[in-house]
DNA sequence: ACGGTTTATGCAACTAGTTGCACAAGGTGA
DNA sequence: TCACCTTGTGCAACTAGTTGCATAAACCGT
């Protein structure tokens, strides 16, 4: 459900062709919301059909020619719509948690190494947004669309921040804990 | 691809009937995975199948009649393998960080409304779970299990606080903005 | 000038999750 | 006693997301 709305506030902060988008996905976006361009292109298509967006003149529709999109005011005034529109969070599901929990029954054995691997790739995204916030995010500027981007990094960071903690608690407890456990 | 776990995970805590499960779901696994009560009848039907799960005995299979299940030991297998083995964390998805970054192109209108809503949803979460703790965490007790649990309810716990923290910075620096925003 | 890699777009089939509804048994009040 | 509500089980259709592959142009070295 939320998807589209991605993709026009992507081609509202800057008009692209469906590869550039998926790039940008797996930069920025797709920290909250990853796609795949397959998804992307399958969605733009949607997008153009409804009249939401259009292509940019001046590049025939070739394969393997480059096709950009920009915004139409029906698509910004959709993106508004559902901005503003209440919604109720949905549910997360966390698959590490699970396991915790299954361990629990079924024992402890192998899950450290992986709350090890996890840790690291947290640490790792938690670096990189860092890097981001001192780049795109001086002290200083402070326009509103600064301040919500922002924002949002900040929830970013945090999240992985709560991560590494919890996961560096979970293994001093695994320290603790007689290794093997029953079946 | 873990509904089928935490199935069996939900059943070697306590044999259960699909409708018992479903509630459980709702209060305690579902936390970190819900489902409704459609999927975990299908995956019954499926685990019983694969021959994982069995229905128990003195209870002829008869519509509008409860019908409990209990894992097998191929079933307890599977989900020690499934535990111990090494998986990638899936990239979230948040709605509500997508309608800032959104808010950010087509201006905050609206949104704030739906913040503060989603600041009460929160915290009464956080309560809930703040209760439990009390209620089946007391101090002292640290067999494995309880450990274990207890781990995955502080990641409930400091998810929430994160959670609440941040709408509240997201709604003082609301408080400061040019309300309204361009189109 | 031709074979391989990169860039770019896209289809088809599959898996997981959601929504809406149907059906049966048993209890409850009028 | 019969209409209605609750409890419990389940099917079918739909939506969203994933995986695997096909295609085509352009660029690049030899």
Do not use: C
Request: overall charge negative; glycine content about 6%.
């Amino acid at each position: 459900m939320s998807l589209p709305h991605a993709i026009l506030t992507a081609l509202l902060e800057k008009p692209s062709s469906g590869l550039e988008l998926t790039r940008r996905f797996d930069r920025s976006i797709g920290y909250f919301w990853s796609a795949t361009h397959q998804q992307i292109y399958r969605e733009l298509g949607k997008l153009e059909a409804d009249g939401l967006i259009r292509a940019l003149p001046s590049q025939q529709p070739a394969r393997g020619q480059k096709k950009s999109y920009e915004v139409l005011p029906a698509g910004r005034a959709e993106l508004a719509r559902w901005t503003a529109a209440s919604q109720d969070p949905k549910p997360h599901r966390d698959t590490l948690l699970l396991r915790l929990r299954a361990a629990a029954v079924v024992g402890t054995a192998g899950l450290e190494t992986d709350l090890r691997r996890h840790l690291e790739l947290h640490e790792r995204q938690l670096a990189e947004y860092e890097e981001i916030e001192q780049r795109d995010f001086p002290p200083g500027r402070d326009g509103t669309e600064d301040r919500l981007r922002h924002l949002v990094l900040r929830a970013g960071i945090d999240l992985e921040t709560f991560w590494t903690q919890w996961l560096r608690r979970a293994l001093a407890d695994f320290a603790e804990l007689p290794d093997g456990e029953p079946t």
